[in-house]
């Protein structure tokens, strides 16, 4: 079975931190890219950054030099590290997979699975 369950929401002030981090169980995690989407209230799910099966990375314009997707690997886990965060990055936060032919494909749409998701207000 297929899981992705993330965590690391919470409340934060405007300008301040927080660290989300993806466990993921029931497939070839190193063949798969990994994503963060976020859902604001009352607006559709949007892609915000991925991380290919070799590590190249691409992110939202929005959230560029604030934002850092990294994984693991050996642990299986994906971390979005938050910075200087802004009321507008308010939401549910997802990650999703999806394997790609190429290890080098990472994309903001398109996921096979994703979690639950994880919750992140940001006060202003």
């Known amino acids: 079975e297929v899981q992705l369950v993330e965590s690391g929401g919470g409340l934060v002030q405007a300008g301040g931190s927080l660290r989300l981090s993806c466990v993921v169980s029931?497939?070839?995690?190193?063949?798969?890219?990994i994503g963060w989407f976020r859902q604001a209230p009352g607006k559709g799910r949007e892609g915000i950054s991925c991380i290919s099966s070799d590590s190249i990375t691409h992110y939202l314009e929005s959230v560029k030099h604030r934002f850092t997707i990294s994984r693991d690997n050996a642990k299986k886990e994906v971390y979005l590290q938050m910075n200087s965060l802004k009321s507008e990055d308010t939401g549910v936060y997802f990650c999703?997979?999806?394997?790609?032919?190429?290890?080098?494909?990472?994309?903001?749409?398109?996921?096979?699975?994703y979690g639950k998701g994880t919750l992140v207000t940001v006060s202003s």
């Open positions: 029931g497939f070839t995690f190193e063949d798969y890219a």
């Open positions: 999703a997979a999806r394997q790609y032919i190429s290890r080098k494909y990472c994309f903001l749409d398109g996921m096979e699975y």
